[in-house]
């Protein structure tokens, strides 16, 4: 069987490693000793920059590390709290390797860090969600801009530099960055980059008019998505990739590519989907009602199946492979994103390039965090250039969020957040109906998550 894209090479060899101190009696030296070694052949890989390292010789798709792993803290911490080394039966797990080196990444990062950014789906949201008010990843991206971090979602969601359509995915987190009445320049931190790599805005706090306050808000203030020039944070002085420049008739050739390979995967699956193709992307999602008719005996009108996503990006990544040169060497991805596939011109590492550059920014002081790590993922592209921890929900962004804030802010952040969530909750709950005038905003528009059109109340969703 081949499931060589659902696999971490590094991952699963720093598994095996520790599978012998398992086997040779569960020692908690004989782990920390492996450990320290693997943070030897790091540090070695690193300062050789990747050429004939040890490292590179024993797992040949490692790639580049931008910090410090603190493996041995790390693991140590770790078997701290969850006991690792006193279980009997059971070696860590690749899902415990992969907290550990998250782990491992965060201390190494401290007090360097400037900028993080997040993947939204899945990272910050459900797939297709959107950042729900009380989400309690808020207080922590708040501490986060307080502390002067810039923040930005980097998201392969394309609605151009339609702020208003963002807003709509990130309404409960902007409105508490009203809430907690950050000031213009704690708000202007943040910023969102759509299309991957395509399509930068920035946050803004708008004052509300009279009409505006009386209609939908109790607050004085909006946080607004506004489009950020290509111009300005492309602009020739940084050297950085340039989405803007790159040559359209090249990125509509290599999409059309991309569609006719889905298109001919959509009939040899029968699948029942629709595919979508915007400026910069095509899009494979479930085709809904309307499919079924037209693939009587076929599957994903409502869900695509796992395999059969994967089978998509994996054949669309093949016939990339048969491109004339000169298409191949446009960035893109190809990715199975849990409900739906894509490949897009423009990657997150791309992105995360050009913000270093235009916030002046050096790599060690970079984080992204992501779900999508594998080969048919879209976040993988960021390790080129910065270090990056791997999660698997928004559950565990949280988990994350309060180690990175104690490590690179200090302990009383993680509690100011933590404060500030708790505040928030006596308060709604004091806050109900019969004693308070409090005015309820208006739901956000429902949204088709894949296009951004928006949806009219009695119409059908797509899915
Ligand atoms: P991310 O996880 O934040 O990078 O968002 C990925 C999701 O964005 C995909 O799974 C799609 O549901 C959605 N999306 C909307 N428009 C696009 C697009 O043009 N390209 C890729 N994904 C898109
Ligand atoms: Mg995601």
Not at 330 to 340: E, I, T, V
Request: aromatic letters at 8%; hydrophobic letters at 35%; proline letters at 4%.
């Amino acid at each position: 069987m081949i499931t060589s894209h659902r696999k971490d090479e590094f991952l699963n060899w720093v598994k095996e490693l520790l599978y012998h101190s398992f086997v040779l009696g569960n020692k908690k030296d004989s782990y920390l000793e492996t450990m320290g070694y693997i943070e030897m052949l790091v540090e070695e890989h690193r300062s050789l920059r990747g050429e004939g390292s040890r490292l590179k010789a024993l797992v040949p798709s490692v790639s580049h590390f931008h910090t410090r792993l603190h493996l041995k803290e790390a693991f140590d911490m770790y078997d701290e709290k969850y006991a690792v080394t006193q279980r009997r039966h059971l070696a860590p797990t690749f899902n415990e390797i992969r907290h550990i080196l998250n782990l491992s990444q965060l201390i190494g990062i401290g007090t360097k860090l400037k900028f993080v950014s997040f993947d939204g789906d899945q990272t910050l949201y459900s797939d297709g969600g959107n950042f729900e008010e009380k989400s309690g990843l808020s207080y922590q991206i708040i501490e986060l801009l307080k502390a002067g971090i810039i923040v930005c979602v980097i998201t392969a969601a394309n609605y151009q530099h339609d702020g208003s359509k963002y807003e709509v995915r990130l309404a409960g987190l902007l409105r508490r960055f009203i809430k907690a009445n950050l000031g213009s320049e704690e708000i202007e931190r943040f910023h969102v980059m759509g299309g991957e790599c395509n399509f930068l805005l920035q946050c803004k706090k708008f004052k509300l008019s009279d009409g505006e306050r009386n209609a939908c808000s109790r607050y004085e203030h909006k946080a607004r998505l506004v489009p950020v020039e290509h111009e300005t944070w492309q602009s020739e002085q940084f050297d950085a990739p340039k989405p803007y420049k790159w040559d359209k008739d090249k990125v509509q050739a290599f999409l059309d590519a991309a569609e006719s390979s889905f298109r001919q995967s959509k009939v040899d699956l029968r699948l029942r989907t629709r595919i979508i193709r915007k400026a910069t992307s095509v899009g494979m999602i479930p085709g809904g009602e309307a499919m079924v008719g037209e693939v009587p005996n076929g599957h994903g009108s409502l869900k695509i199946k796992a395999e059969a996503l994967d089978e998509v990006v994996l054949r669309a990544l093949d016939n990339i492979q048969d491109l004339p040169e000169e298409l191949k060497q446009l960035h893109y991805c190809a990715f199975n994103g849990g409900r739906d596939c894509w490949v897009d011109v423009g990657t997150k590492g791309v992105a995360v390039e050009a913000l270093q550059a235009y916030f002046d920014i050096p790599k060690h002081g970079c984080l992204h965090v992501g779900d999508q790590f594998l080969q048919t993922g879209n976040d993988i592209s960021a390790r080129n250039t910065c270090a990056t921890i791997w999660i698997t929900s928004p559950k565990e962004t949280f988990k994350i969020l309060d180690h990175l804030l104690r490590f690179s802010l200090g302990m009383d952040k993680v509690d100011r957040a933590a404060a500030a969530a708790k505040a928030d909750d006596l308060e709604e709950l004091s806050l109900s109906p019969a004693t308070s005038p409090r005015k309820t905003p208006p739901m956000p528009p429902t949204m088709d998550v894949y296009t951004g059109e928006l949806i009219a109340k009695d119409d059908k969703a797509p899915i």
